[in-house]
């Protein structure tokens, strides 16, 4: 038996020193419990409060998200858009039956099991993710990923998935699977600019959604977990890879065959259907921008889904293009090759890498790096083709020893004459941005609606639409002016006016000078008809022509046709000194084709809501500003410029022109308007 030496006390302290510890432990627990679940009970609190309230939840129902404004052409052809989101929005019964399966395969197929969290799929994901050892599968489920996109940051952190469970749970009790579906078709993201299924299809196949085939529908489905990371444009062969993987979730599932998956997976995806957003007309469409962001505003142009239907035609702005860059290239040319003055690349031509954006077209005219220099040719690479330019071909370039003008990493601009996409070589012809800039305008004069409009060379380089805010001279093309109020005064195109030379006092900075204008070739032919005076543009007889009329009948013809730029009261007006714009020009002579009658030009047929509803449309008014019979003798006039006169190269386009010519000191300024 133990002594009391040894320490034993029935019933003593050693039992009541364990009572003691077991009942310190507990209070310690339950003191660490209280405080925890105050804590936790704090944290949901506070990320109850960082919920969106009830009211945003319930209006789910009319949730329109942020739709495309789209602009229309003449011909109601879409042409240009505006959105920060690229989004079409559909009803659910437009998704095809393969689209809906290939999500609920690979994003939740338990989708009309659980309500709004699926704790079996998260153990699934897991599962699946830590035997593939990457990232294979999430555990979010659609409701989940549909409450983060509408309602939460991307941010990766427990709060933010709290709050992601907690808002998915609540949105399932208010709504149901397919409205909830239908809500996650239109609003996530599928890569390139796409929201929503609808503008992803556009955007990869070409195609409305309800087209998609079932190899389309599985490439689609495996885009939401990383877009750009599983796009088919940026790395085809993972995009496949994808999409074999959601094909084999879909055979799982039992929405397909193993054949129909096999047939699938071996359908190639056509790159050349893959549609990039990009406007076209920049500067008509900048314009238009202007203008609606002024008077709709900021939200509803880039929210709001508008439809506006414009007064542009799609083949009149093309040739109106072509036409215009075209001729300035070859103005350009004339004064020989300029070596670019980039940055020079490294040795083999490799500063711009492949880019799967880059698709060969003749006459496109693209960016390339010089790979080697031969004897009679350059070999150039342009993206991931390659291609070559004999020298023989560069007599436009002045260049004496063209082999020495060129270095291997050298950037070049060239025009793509012919291509092979399957040996990826390119004919090509060596190109320069021109110096020069130019503007091109063309409005039916019927209605005032501008058809074409090319503000300057590349609307990259500079934005400055020179076919509406830039004021220049005229020239010689103000001169019809000069000679309407003349006809409309009872003068005739066989009045006879003596082209002599002529001299007028004037003050300049106070000092008393002489003014002598003088003809272009500093030649005199004495007395010569008003009709070869305008066809031949004559100087001198339009200044004593503008003499004889007076200038404020002048200035007053201008005005009444359009003109709004001020207009200095001189002699020298007749010539064109006072700077206007093309749009002015143009609208005014298109009162000589309209037998008079003025139209305002105008560039937006109609606007409507994204509802149809229509916010504004335009109904053109013409008004008579000049006698119909002055109209038609200037017309017939200035039809002789183009057949005898100044103007005579534009008979190359073989139909009747009543046109004039305009050109300022050392052709500083150029015009044709007609």
Known sequence: MPSIENGYRPGGRGEGGRKRTYSLIFWSFLLIATISVGIAGGIFAALLKDLPPPEALESLEEYQPSLITYLYSDQDEPFASFFEQRRIVVPLSKIPKDLKNAILAVEDQRFYKHKGVDPRGILRAIYTNLRAGRLVEGGSTITQ???????????????????????????????????????????????????????????????????????????????????????????????KRRRAHVLGRMVEEGFISKAEAQMAKAVPFDETAFVRTRNQAPYFVEYIRQYLEDKYGTYALYHGGLKVYTTLNLKMQKAAEEALLGGLREIDKARGYRARKTQKVNSLGLERPYSPFFRPQVGRIVEGTVLRVKDESLEVKVSAYRGEIFFGKLGWTRLTKPAQ????????????????????????????????????????????????????????????????????????????FVYLTAFDKGLTPSTIIEDSPVSYPVLIEGKKTEWSPENYDRKYGGPTTLRRGLE?????????????????????????????SELRPEYALALGVSEVSPLELVSAYGVLANRGIRFEPYTIRKVTDNKGEVLEEQFPEGHQVIREEAAFVLTHVLKGVVERGTGWKARVLGRPVAAKTGTTQDATNVWFVG
């Open 145 to 239: 990923q549909l409450a983060k996109v509408l309602f939460l940051t991307p941010e990766k952190s427990l709060s933010r998935k709290v709050k992601e469970i907690l808002l998915a749970i609540e949105i399932e009790k208010k709504y149901g699977k397919e409205k909830i579906l239908e809500l996650y078709f239109n609003q996530i993201y599928f890569g390139h600019g796409a929201y929503g299924a609808e503008a992803a299809a556009q955007t990869y196949f070409g195609k409305s959604v309800d087209q998609l085939n079932l190899a389309e529908s599985a490439m689609l489905a495996g885009l939401p977990r990383a877009p750009l990371y599983y796009s088919p444009i940026i790395d085809k062969e993972r995009a």
């Open 405 to 480: 003008a060129f270095q291997v990493g050298d950037p070049l601009k060239v025009q793509i004459l012919s291509f092979d996409d399957k040996k990826k070589t390119l004919e090509l012809a060596l190109e320069q941005d021109p110096e020069i800039e130019g503007a091109f305008l063309a409005l039916d004069p019927r209605d005032g609606g501008i058809k074409a409009m090319v503000g300057g060379y590349n609307f990259g380089r500079s934005k400055f639409n020179r076919a509406i805010q830039a004021k220049r001279q005229p020239g010689s093309a103000f001169k019809p």
């Open 536 to 564: 031949n543009s004559i100087n001198v007889m339009a200044v004593k022509l503008i003499e004889k009329v007076g200038v404020n009948p002048v200035i007053k013809t201008a005005q009444q046709m359009g003109i709004q």
